[in-house]
């Protein structure tokens, strides 16, 4: 991926990012993040993984946003005027961003830097994300799939009971 | 680099103004004449240049649109402003965007160089198409919060709510043809229909997932929004639903997206079950009638005759879905829900799976 290409794109995912953190509007919020789930998209693009790319947008980006905008709107959130926490609880969460900021760049720094890596032919397709799914990571695909079933059926007796 | 990049934009271009803008437009013409025909009336015919009102497509097409361009934009008090500026566009744009990978055309051979007839080849075709299909929920989702008005609201609740709902049936049919011609690329999935079965009859998609596409046909027209699925825009009791606080070029966007996704649906209807740019017993040297009979056709006759078929397939499933819309009455909206999930879900589950043991036991039989 071509670097500056790179540059701009992480500084709008960032930005996108921070949106969905420090906006005081609900709807503003779920926009941003739809904006960041999108902007990483593009990023996987940029690094040949097109499925990941595409499934990506039609899972976070078509069907998980819409459903926290659908609850915002349902409930008629408002814009946040009051302040949440006081100044305990905003030092406690501040150090503990820098302390996780820090270790990440600490992990990351002290890689040696690698150069671009040729692909295979074929990489990042259905077939092959496909092939890796069903042979190498069957296992846990198949226990994600049981608590995605577990969470549905949580929802439907959730849903079912009569008060 | 340069003449690739130049072919690629050409061809993006050439699918644009020559099929879709075309087709988008003989919709909102069949629009107004078909339900004017459908419904005993006489349909647009006031406007005209010269005398010449060319059966209301001077008033469709020419007066219509300048009217909407030039009417005042009204923003109304107390709306987010860059939401509901933002709104009409987010709708109109994934529309837009998710040609990029629809064929519409087989080869087109310019001196050495052989020209894909497709903008963007991609492994994951499809997918970006359901991708970019599911993205075009927010402009109704964000016209109805934006807009600061219980109707709006109403409309983009239910529009979201019905969108996501019948996307789950469109992608498990799809599901169905990606069985079949075991590719996800649409260019792949429309040369796969080029072969004759028994010697006469073209080998076209509907003939093996007819389930998929009575699925799909009715998931497109609920995802386009319009009758009988309309229920976001619902005019007699929701004013227009989502886009009531819209006016002049603002609304146009809205109706072009809707008129930009039914053009869409036709596309994939034609690219998925109906052979795509295949016309039938045409081959790349010519044609192959049954009986042995060959007709030698020259290669830019073919891409020409084939562009021509793809542009009719779309004209005609443009037709048939305006001929729908003023034919069947509204839904109720649980009789929506129901149809959606207790009836296209488990239909196309059972496709899937159906379509899945064939291919297998076939496999095991050769």
Do not use: C
Not at chain 1, 19 to 41: E, I, K
Not at chain 1, 97 to 107: E, K, Q
Not at chain 2, 49 to 57: D, E, P, Q, T
């Amino acid at each position: 991926m071509n670097p500056v290409a790179f540059l701009v794109l992480a500084a709008l995912t960032i930005a996108a990012a921070l949106t969905v953190v420090l906006h005081r509007n609900p709807v503003h919020s779920a926009l941003g993040l739809v904006s960041t789930l999108f902007l990483l998209s593009v990023q996987f693009v940029g690094l040949d993984a097109e499925m990941v790319a595409v499934l990506q947008i039609i899972v976070y980006a078509g069907a998980v946003v819409v459903l926290f905008l659908f609850v915002i709107m349902l409930l008629n959130l408002q814009i946040e005027v009051r302040r949440t926490g006081g100044p305990v609880l905003v030092g406690v969460a501040g150090s503990a961003a820098v302390a996780l900021a820090a270790l990440i760049v600490r992990s990351v720094a002290g890689r040696p830097a690698t150069g671009a890596v040729e692909v295979p032919a074929g990489f990042g397709s259905a077939t092959a994300l496909g092939e890796r799914l069903f042979t190498a990571y069957l296992v846990p695909f198949e226990l994600t799939s049981l608590l995605l079933l577990v969470a549905v059926i949580g929802a439907v007796v959730l849903a079912k009971k009569k008060a | 680099m340069g003449v690739d990049a130049a072919i690629i934009a050409g061809k993006a271009l050439f699918l644009m103004l020559a099929f879709v803008l075309q087709v988008m437009a003989l919709g909102v013409w069949f629009e107004r004449k078909v339900s004017a025909v459908i419904q005993d009336r006489i349909g647009a015919n006031r406007a005209s240049i010269f005398g010449v009102a060319a059966m209301g497509i001077v008033n469709t097409l020419v007066a219509d649109p300048i009217k909407f361009l030039l009417k005042e934009d009204v923003t109304p008090a107390n709306v987010d402003h860059l939401l509901h500026a933002m709104a009409p566009v987010l709708s109109l744009v994934p529309a837009l965007l998710a040609f990029a990978v629809i064929p519409f055309g087989d080869v087109l051979q310019v001196g050495d160089r052989v020209i894909n007839l497709q903008p963007a080849s991609l492994n994951v075709g499809l997918l970006y198409v359901l991708a970019m299909a599911s993205l075009s929920v927010y402009g109704v989702v964000l016209a109805g919060w934006a807009s600061n008005n219980r109707w709006s609201l109403l409309g983009g609740i239910r529009g979201s709510a019905q969108m996501i709902s019948y996307e789950i049936a469109m992608g498990l049919a799809l599901i169905g043809t990606v069985v079949v011609y075991n590719t996800l690329d649409l260019q792949e999935m429309a040369r796969a229909q080029g072969h004759l079965l028994w010697g006469w009859l073209p080998a076209w998609g509907i003939l093996y997932q007819p389930v998929a596409f009575v699925i799909f046909m009715t998931a497109g027209v609920a995802e386009s929004k319009r009758i009988p699925f309309d229920l976001p825009e619902s005019e007699s009791e929701l004013v227009a639903g989502y886009f009531t606080e819209y006016s002049g070029a603002k609304h146009l966007m809205f109706m072009m997206s809707d008129f930009v996704e039914v053009v869409l649906v036709s596309a994939l209807v034609t690219v998925l079950f109906f052979g795509g740019w295949q016309v039938p017993w045409l081959f790349r040297d010519g044609f192959h009638l049954p009986g042995a009979a060959f007709v030698a056709v020259p290669s830019l006759l073919v891409t020409i005759l084939q562009l021509t078929a793809f542009g009719l397939k779309l004209i005609f499933f443009t037709w048939l879905q305006i001929v729908i819309r003023w034919t069947l009455p509204r839904f109720r909206y649980d009789q929506l829900m129901r149809l959606g999930w207790q009836g296209l879900l488990p239909l196309a589950l059972a496709n899937v799976v159906v379509t899945a043991l064939v291919v297998l036991l076939l496999e095991r039989a050769a």
